[in-house]
């Protein structure tokens, strides 16, 4: 992943044409992008660094739509010209952080300066102890110094350090809406969202259907349900709410709701008199009564209905959508209980058909599931199963939905400490369970009920941990479902279960809003967590996303979450974008204080619209009603909030803001880009130049590239297709440009015939100063394309190859080939010989000054400058293929390396390789893994170490993943030999690009070895 910006001060939250350099003594905005990425990845923060220890702490990113930059900061204020470096910080798609550094120059005039006050009052600079944590360093001669733990500073650790825009005023930090805390670390919703959560309380709602001939199946039902209210006895309060829905030929008669406890006298067969069907219809419209039920009963959060009919729905394209908004709500648990018509009805069961489908739709997007009882006598049996296994306080924590059986069927369950019971419920032919404990051992749970193609497992005392579920059915073409629970024994218990609510946010610093996530816009996920500990805040969370594309479940979402102390919903994800009325399976996972993870589970759906945000009332568009008076969401007014708010000079247009130019979102609140801006560059189709010295010294260093370039370009064109679109070659010497080569990479002939060319001349030393600065212009300005110049791409690559000393005589030219290389984000590396006789060991008796220009291009081109003894060139230029898709984590420069320096970075979830560059007389480098525990890290490996260039002065060490099974090491290569497979080249070389490579050969030792190691020789040929 890389990234691309810069700075603009006109028009600012607007402009899509950022410059490269920001402006001194103004405010510019930060305009961001990121590459090579894939959603929910995003850019974060940024904090900028620069001279004279000028910090900017980190600062949240905010983000604009229809713009090719569509990350931006306001604002960056440069207050001396000089040189910078932007810090940004994001998240990849997997949840993991990942860190980007990009040097720029503040330029332009500068403003006035005025020199800082000095203080009347000397400050101490000796300390004695060190406060908030700080740890005293002594120094002897009674001297020391304190090192301060995080956010605090001053010369004994006392003063606070505000970040997040906060302002340090009198020792104590104020901070800016959002934040909150000692040092305004910890996010604060403004508004607080305020919601209640409790669902200690759920209410039992059943919508029957009343016919003649449901005498017995009422009965069950009744049955079933005496038999659960006396098992739950021991907490008699638990189940105080019950609801009775009684249909038939479209009219629908709610039962009183019964605020006390359910009592047996709460008879179902007793309610339905009178309410039997006189036409006795085969298919119903009943989705009606399910809409009444949502709408005029006294629901709760997380309550479970069952709908028991023996008739197919047909009124599901009238009401199913309404159904699905109210719901969104109250998110009660749907289930369909589709009872087998008597034989005198002669209806046609059929669980195919598109009623029982719409059964199948709605119960599965609330977590529910429909399920078919062909034995009438069997009602009970599977009511009470069901009932008496999941009702009282169960966590769902699993569920999966498929098409056919064969696709994806394998799950991991994480059971946190003290779980009481397991429970699986399954609905599919020929369905099996095979689940491995976290000790490896086989777990049979016992068969609660089993009806056709309908099964309740469950499983006590099970241990904490990981467990892998497999799902197996005989028919694996047909349709399947399942849903795992965390369930409480009936009994009471003193270990409470970990709730998890989620809703949808619009951003870091926003409570919920939104109840279901909506197409065409950000959905931040959120979570409130209850009953888990007090340890909140070192909790790590994480969620994954699920949908079933192509009759196939695709992860389409990972990442993980940051927590929020001062919102009602602590947990907050990055941004997503779903698919509309696409059915979202989530799985929350917390990890506590003893390593054991708690697992959430269950369904979101894509909306087209925003759907209600609270309980359905007469209120519109998410008002709540409060004192017969609705009290509207944002951007709503009017008695039934129904007038639509635009803003910056919207208008509302049929309930639809048209945004004003420049304007976007359902609002107008979004800042949009009035016309695109050029395609960021992306660091592919880039030229890649080699400017060689041509003189006795210099022809030393072109024979090493010869024995070595040819090797690295092929691996180069063949791997990284698109990275390099043209070499360059031009030779230079005392007097000037010698020639140029200007080729593209699909054709090198005449690139490598010149520089054979060069390699064998015998050229005439003059002075020891020689023009690399007019080779550098020529390759800027006098590359042509017939009449036309050709421009170097940015993120162009410049090696250098000098044995002299750059004659700097013309500093005008300097400038302005400085000043272009910075502009187009060239990477210049500089491969010099030494000459250790010398005192500095440059060449020609040079200085360190002689060569500041070069480091100068160099360090802002995110380069290097490589003192080299004789034949480490052709080492060296082996870091070049480790240039592609490469973003620098980290840059450390001093200028006393005398003693331990240790760096500490981050790496993503993309990383392949980490290359170490290092300069510096007798450098030592190691990498470690830093993972909380030991203070000194884990040593890496040399098992992934690849020392590219190694000598008194360089090192370029790389540490890669180790290679994929069935591919071997061979130097910075991972390689592969099949024994068996017979083909012809083109085949071969097409299998070799499926797999991320490209056709071996043997350019050079360590291939050529490997090739004789694999193949065969015989008198036969080879094989």
Known sequence: MTISGGFQTDDRDRNDFPNDNAAAHQFNYILLTLHGSRAPAALKTVSVVGPDNYVLRPRQLDKRYGCQY???????????????????????????????????????????????????????????????????????????????????????????????????????????????????????????????????????????????????????????????????????????????????????????????????????????????????????????????????????????????????????????????????????????????????????????????????????RFGGMAWQVQDRNKVHDVLYGHMNSILYKSQLMLTLDREECSKGLAKVIQLEKNTETLVFVAKGRGFSLDITSPDGRPVKPRTIVKEGIFTVWRWSTPLAGAYMVRAVSDTPTTSCSLRAYQASDQSLSSNSQTEAFWAMSTDVDTDAMMYQPTAGMDNYPVFHIEDFGDDYDHAFSFLNMYAVRDGVEKEVYAANGLYRGGCSFQFYFPSFRCRPNENLHYEFNLRGDEGFYVQRAGVMTCFNYIPTPAAPTDCQNGGVKYNETCLCQSHYEGEHCQTLICENGGTSVFGVCQCAAGWAGPFCIFPQCPSSGPLPSYGYGVDMAFLVEISQKGIQQIDQLVKMLPDIIRDVGSQHTEWIDRLVLIGYDWQGVLGMVDMPMSNTKKFFDTLYDWAASNPTDGLCHVRIWKALDTLLNDRKDGNTQRVLPDRSIINIIEASIPNDGDRDLISAISEELLERSVITNVFLSNDWNTEEGFPCGGKTTDFRHLEQIVRRGDGMIYTLGNGDLGRAVRMIPTLFSSSIVYKYHSDDCGRQVKVFFPLDAYTQTVTAVVYGKGAALELRRHDGERREGHLISDDSRIDILNDDRNQVVEFRNPCDSDWEPVSQYCMYYSRTLRTNFDDANALCQSMGGFMADDLNNDKNEWLNSEITISTHGCS
């Open 70 to 364: 569509e990350f931006y900061f306001d604002s960056l204020f440069c207050y001396n010209r000089g040189s910078y470096a932007l810090i940004v910080e994001g998240v990849d798609f997997l949840g993991n952080l990942f860190r980007r550094v990009a040097p720029f120059e503040c330029v332009n005039q500068p403003g006035p300066t005025t020199d800082s006050p000095v203080p009347s009052t000397p400050q101490p600079t000796n300390p004695t102890s060190c406060a908030n944590g700080g740890v005293l360093n002594s120094e002897g001669l009674g001297k020391g110094t304190c090192i301060c733990q995080d956010h605090w500073t001053g010369y004994d650790c006392s003063q606070a350090v505000c970040i997040n825009g906060g302002t340090l005023l009198k020792g104590k930090c104020f901070c800016s809406v959002g934040f909150e805390g000692v040092h305004c670390e910890q996010v604060k919703c403004e508004p607080n969202a305020n919601y209640g959560f409790g669902v200690d309380r759920p209410t039992l709602v059943f919508i029957v259907r009343a016919r003649s001939s449901q005498n017995l199946i009422m009965q069950q039902v009744q049955k079933a349900i005496d038999e659960v209210v006396a098992n739950l006895q021991f907490d008699p309060t638990y189940l105080a709410r019950f609801h009775l829905v009684i249909f038939n030929d479209h009219a629908a008669t709610p039962s009183k709701s019964c605020s006390e406890r359910i009592k047996s006298n709460a008879d179902i067969s007793h309610n339905m008199r009178g309410f039997c069907s006189l036409t006795e219809r085969c298919p119903y419209q009943f989705y009606r009564s399910i809409l009444q039920a949502l709408t005029d009963v006294s629901l709760t959060q997380g309550s479970t209905v069952y709908v028991i009919t023996d008739a197919m729905a047909d009124d599901q394209s009238e009401f199913s959508e309404s159904i699905l908004q109210m719901n969104s709500f109250w998110r009660a648990t749907i289930n369909f209980i589709y009872v087998q018509p008597a034989p005198e009805d002669k209806c046609i069961a059929d669980i195919s058909d598109p009623g029982f489908r719409a059964f199948d739709d709605v119960a599965n």
